[in-house]
C-alpha cells in the first residue's frame, strides 16, 4: 500500500486528480469507478479543469459509481446521478452510454444489482476506483458488518451514514433514505487499482482505525489492506492519528 500525506487537502486533492488523469491518457479504453461526497466534488472539478485546457479526453471512458440511494429517481437533486452530472458529467464529454449509475428506483432491486456486476465484467473490470471513507469505516456503501467478498447489493445504511449524510436533505437524518444499492467490498477489490482520499480531522480516527486496526468486517475499508495496488492520499489533518500509531514509512508532499 502507497500511503500518501500531503501538508494540505488542495494538495491532496491535485495529487489524486493527477492519478485519475493518468489513468484517462495511459489507456486507451479507461474504466473509472467513481464515489460521490464533498472530497469528490474538488477532485472533479479539477478533472474538469484539466477538460477544460484540453489536456483531457474522456471520449473513450467508460465510468461505474460506487452506490445509489433507494427510492431517488435520477433527475432528483438528492441522486447521485444528479450529484454526478452536476460536478462532472455535464462539463465532460464521456458519452451518455458509457456512464453507468446504480438505478435505485429499478422495479427489481436484485436483478439491477445483478445487471450492475455484469456490466462492470463486460467493460472489462474496473481500472482505478476512488473511493472515500464514511465515519462509519464504509467504502461505497458497505456498512458494518460488510463480508470482504460481497457483491453489489442492497444495504440498510445505518444511523451514522444517514446523519453524515443530511446535510443533502435540510439537515435532518430522518429524510436521507435508509437503504442504498453499492458495489460490494469483493466488486471494489476487483478493481485493479484503489485510490483512496481523505482530509481533514473529522477523518483522522476512521483512518487510523482503517489503515492501523485489525482486519474486520466491521470496518470495511480495513479490506483496501489486501488489495495488490492501492494508493491512499491523506492531507495532514486526516493522517495526524495515524502516523503517531504507525511505524510505516510516509510519503510525503510539500
Given amino acids: ?11 491532496a486533492f491535485s495529487k489524486a486528480a493527477d492519478m485519475i488523469s ?7 479504453h479507461p474504466v473509472l469507478g467513481l464515489a460521490t461526497g464533498r472530497t469528490m466534488e474538488r477532485i472533479y472539478r479539477l478533472l474538469v479543469k484539466q477538460y477544460e485546457a484540453s489536456a483531457l479526453d474522456f471520449a473513450t471512458t467508460t465510468s461505474f459509481n460506487l452506490d445509489e440511494y433507494v427510492g431517488l429517481a435520477p433527475t432528483d437533486p438528492n441522486s447521485y446521478h ?18 453507468h449509475v446504480p438505478n435505485g428506483i429499478a422495479t427489481d432491486l436484485e436483478l439491477e444489482c445483478a445487471r450492475y456486476e455484469a456490466t462492470i465484467e463486460k467493460a472489462g473490470g474496473i481500472g482505478l476506483q476512488l473511493l472515500g471513507i464514511g465515519e462509519t469505516g464504509h467504502i461505497g456503501f458497505n456498512e458494518p458488518p460488510s463480508a470482504f467478498n460481497s457483491r453489489t447489493r442492497v444495504v440498510h445504511l445505518d444511523d451514522i451514514t444517514r446523519r453524515q449524510n443530511s446535510g443533502m436533505f435540510g439537515n435532518d437524518p430522518t429524510c436521507v433514505p435508509a437503504h442504498a444499492l453499492t458495489m460490494g467490498v469483493g466488486t471494489i477489490l476487483e478493481a485493479r487499482k484503489l485510490l483512496l482520499v481523505a482530509v481533514g480531522t473529522g477523518k483522522a480516527a476512521i483512518v487510523d482505525k482503517a489503515l492501523n486496526g485489525p482486519l474486520n468486517e466491521n470496518v470495511s475499508a ?33
Avoid: G
Fill in 82 to 99: 444528479h450529484y454526478m452530472q452536476e460536478h462532472l458529467f455535464a462539463h465532460v464529454n464521456i458519452p451518455t452510454s458509457q456512464i
Fill in 22 to 28: 493518468c489513468e484517462v491518457l495511459h489507456n486507451p
Fill in 1 to 11: 500500500m502507497n500511503i500518501i500525506v500531503t501538508d494540505s487537502p488542495e494538495q
Fill in 222 to 254: 480495513t479490506a483496501i489492506r489486501l488489495h495488490p495496488d492501492c494508493t491512499v492520499i491523506l492531507d495532514d489533518a486526516a493522517a495526524s492519528i495515524w502516523k503517531n500509531n504507525s511505524s510505516n514509512t510516509i510519503n510525503s508532499m510539500s
